[in-house]
């Protein structure tokens, strides 16, 4: 049986970390999945009402600032939503096209655009739609609301050729930075999620949580299970960042 | 009813953190605690006792290589323990006096030595003697053999008048690190967590698990909760590094 | 005299770390400064011409393409720089509007914008523009040829109420460290300094350079001087990053 | 003609670093040459002695407190440095055997010992030496008074099998930046650098500094200059830390 007072959003959903991290948080929380097509979140949202959990899915853009606040307003029309709080938001969105791997002199503006788009500013129209709604739900939840953020190797690093994607992650880390010092006295939890290396996607359906990853690809169900952590930790010992790579990884 | 294949050790036992996270290991496996003085553990080892789970209490010096060979070598003779394996060890050693924070030059050359014994020294003898036996228990656990190390926010920071505490508390971070990328291929998990805040400690002995902290001082008890999820990762999404400090903590 | 033969090029000119790295090059170099409006250069080219030097400026916005490109093909036209290769080039651009320093929730996304505008998609057409020149002097230049980034403390700490600042500037930080780690092997230094502390501005235009700043601003006189240190350093020893603040700064 | 009022001392002198930075401080300040035999220093104190510096060579151990002590009194009397004030010193020093890059299950506790005793115990004792000298010289010298550390990359990285190094050189560099945060506000500039990669000795003791160095090691020559360029900062604008590598190293 779900809360029947708050749910959990999940913006950008694909075959790996935000499909895992919607059917873990569904099993405590009605979730909405946010995507830019429906074709991201049909399957996940029926497996999770098909298992006794409930799912919305909404087509929006977190890039674009009137698709996201259409989506929230449409969230409190929605059956069995309309006097839920948001207690949880996960930030797993990935730019609209796979922002160039390539030498610096052979990319274009329009590169950095579609990293800083999808990294940097879609995350700014999302924090300003949830945070308002997770300050609300401070009082209320026995758990910390919680913002988190998933970021990746090149948020820390500017390696060779991966000029424009490290500028939008770094980005991202840093402003999630600024947001966990700003709302964390306020009582929400604001945490970042630095995934080194490469994620086992896509899954089989029903693959045990805990099978050995032979080719050291990180599970989504255990990034899943990171971020519920995350959300459970108690407010006197919050983490802002953590790290997540498979054990044979090279770092 | 707890494990009766693996065990963990708590080397460093205390009113705060040691004391936490033996009591949370001790609810899946039978504990090993170690510290100088065995009025550090006796109280919490006839409380996991009496509870129905599995403790004993050993004296021994961490930076003292016979002392903590004698350690391991004795706890084989113990009751329940002669056929465990160990699966989950700890290291949160304080110095045996606490290092001075005070002006560089009313600092002695003892100071520093307190701070290395403790923080590094320690850690060295602690690892050499833990590793060999979580790599044995690699194959046969479920969860991954785990090495955890306590840190604090000296340990990525060289603050005024904090010279040698940062010192030894650095070396122990990258120690840490420099452990996890040698035995995390082997399938150990090698994590260090850097403590950002005061702990809350002495700790009323019933106090339930997420009573707030007013005061922003960090529960013992959510930080022995960090450290459990820390050893329940899943071994392809492996944590190096958590911070862990008071949602009104300034940093 | 200063060189017939390669010529030095700043971005971004104000009163106090542009002009002073053009006054410092000029000793060495013809300088072209680049600044949005005329009134940001006109001084300090007529300073440079004054003393015997060679400076001339030029209007443009980095962060426009079409701008820049423009400026860089006008260069060519200029009297005594016809047949000038770029051998050091200062990235020093601020955003065209302060970005705000506010509560997360009072920004608009404009601020954002107004942010990774002047930090980081300025900094990708002028790196863009500047990288295959230097890379045409690496083999006839004595010193390596240099591209230095200004930075500030929100390259790499996200502080309250700096959200945006930060994640313009911590972009920035790593789009450089990127460059870095593929043109050093070319042989172009790319490097950037993190300015952590007041600049002390406007500066009296006759103040000696190791004049005591009392009231612990930077002086651009000894940024400069650092940035023209980084321009000799010899290729075996290149800085990537150094960190420039007061000797009383609280850091 | 070097200075008749300050002098310089480099502590750890072979063929590379120490070597160079002494024949750089060397031009400017009598210089006092610091290890434990006197073969490491004999000919660099001839060869400046020859040039016209002056320069002397004192046989100490920096992890002996007796021993440092005993050096820094005997310099006092020596002719030529009797009313000399102390403005710059280097703590260069590696510990007296090189510490074991070996599995860690390999290494013994005198390895670590070793690594901490010159990496760390050995700057302790230096910096309690040498700053009282150096806050004495912060009214009367031009240029603020001086103490670098040379570290390595280990002294940010816990590589795999460099563990005791690495703990040695990240206590070294985390107890300069204490240091740095305690003496700038008093007028000390107190510096790290961070070396990354080889260096290129023995050098030919003619080659000329700015030779080419094809197989990519840091020229030592390169070294000392930016250390020279540390110590001419502006009290305005001190760097507290430096990498210094390679053009073409990976990083």
Redo the contacts between chains.
């Keep these: 049986m779900v809360s029947n007072k708050f749910f959990a959003v999940v913006a950008g959903v694909g075959p790996g970390t935000g499909r895992s991290v919607a059917l873990r948080f569904s099993e405590f929380y009605p979730v909405v999945l946010l995507a830019r097509r429906s074709e991201s979140y049909n399957d996940v949202v029926a497996q999770i009402n098909d298992a006794g959990g409930k799912a919305i899915g909404i087509s929006a853009d977190a890039t674009d600032?009137a698709s996201l606040a259409s989506a929230f307003t449409s969230i409190k029309k929605e059956k069995g939503f309309e006097n839920l709080q948001l207690v949880a938001a996960i930030y797993n969105v990935r730019p609209n096209s796979r922002p160039s791997r390539k030498?610096?002199?052979e990319?274009k503006?329009e590169d950095?655009?579609i990293s800083?788009n999808g990294n940097?500013?879609g995350l700014?129209?999302f924090?300003?739609s949830v945070?308002?709604q997770l300050l609300k739900s401070v009082d209320s939840s026995?758990l910390?609301p919680t913002l988190i953020v998933t970021g990746a190797t090149?948020s820390i690093?500017?390696?060779?050729?991966?000029?424009?994607i490290?500028?939008?992650?770094?980005?991202?880390?840093?402003?999630?930075?600024?947001?966990?010092?700003?709302?964390?006295?306020a009582?929400v939890?604001v945490a970042h999620a630095i995934i080194d290396g490469g994620i086992?996607v896509p899954d089989a359906e029903h693959a045990a949580?805990?099978d050995?990853?032979p080719d050291?690809?990180?599970?989504p169900?255990?990034?899943a299970?990171?971020y519920w952590?995350l959300h459970?930790?108690?407010?006197?010992?919050?983490?802002?960042?953590?790290?997540?790579?498979?054990?044979?990884?090279h770092?």
Aim: proline share 6%; charged share 20%; no cysteine.
């Design positions: 600032e030498p610096f002199l990319l503006l950095l655009d800083l940097v500013r700014f129209n924090a300003q945070l308002p026995h910390p090149a690093r500017g390696s060779k050729l991966w000029s424009v490290a500028a939008g992650k770094s980005a991202a880390r840093i402003l999630t930075q600024s947001l966990a010092r700003e709302f964390g006295p009582g939890h086992d949580r805990n050995a990853t050291g690809k990180l599970s169900y255990a990034i299970e990171s952590n459970t930790q108690h407010k006197s010992a919050f983490t802002q960042e953590i790290d997540l790579r498979p054990f044979n990884e770092f």
